[in-house]
């Protein structure tokens, strides 16, 4: 089977739902920011720290393009993965491209307690979530294949309307 893409905000459930997805499809899961961390030797909050944000990025860009010879794998990326114009043409070569979209109060919910995630360790996460979504959103949509809405849904259910949709 062709590769499946999942992007989306943090917090809309990528990672989940690509696990769930492997199984039900029998395929295997790639979590980008997991190989990014693997590649660095550091975690994402400790490339953050120590590198910054555009060496973070350059890693993101490069394990892209890794995968590109990838076949019959779910690939789980980082929210962050469509901002440069050119990630969004490898994300097509790779596969079809799901984006996961969820809204700002499920967002603000699955990550409230998380502290793995350094553009949201600010003062008002809220209010920044919100902010990126605005930024993001319409980038999500005019990158994706196909559109699923997360919130409100059990990843059981999402994963039988990604299936039915394929
Ligand atoms: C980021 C999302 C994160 C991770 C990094 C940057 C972003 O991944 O790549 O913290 O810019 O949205 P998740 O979407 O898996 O949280």
Redesign the pocket.
């Known amino acids: 089977m062709n590769n499946l893409v999942l992007i ?5 459930g ?2 989940t739902v690509s696990i769930a997805l492997g199984k039900a499809l029998d395929m295997d899961v790639l ?3 997991t190989l ?1 961390e693997e590649e660095a030797g550091l975690t ?2 400790e490339i ?1 720290d120590q590198e910054g ?1 555009a060496y ?1 990025r350059e890693l ?1 860009s490069s394990i892209l393009e890794s995968l590109l010879p990838s076949r019959n794998r779910i690939i ?6 469509v ?1 440069k114009p050119s990630n969004i043409e490898k994300l097509h070569q790779i596969g079809t491209v799901v984006f996961l979209q969820a809204n700002e109060d499920h967002v603000y919910n699955n ?1 409230k307690h ?1 502290t ?5 360790q600010v003062e008002d996460p809220k209010s920044q979530i919100k902010q ?1 979504l605005e930024l ?1 959103d319409p980038i999500y949509l005019s990158s994706a294949d196909v559109i699923i809405q997360t919130s409100g849904k059990s990843v059981e259910h999402i994963v039988k309307e990604i299936i039915t949709i394929l």
Not at 8 to 12: D, L
Not at 76 to 81: I, K, L, Q
Request: hydrophobic share 40%.
């Open positions: 989306g905000f943090m917090g809309s990528k990672t979590d980008m920011d990014i994402i909050p953050f944000e973070f993101e789980s990326t980082g929210g962050g993965v901002l990550v998380d793995n995630r350094p553009l949201l990126m993001r």
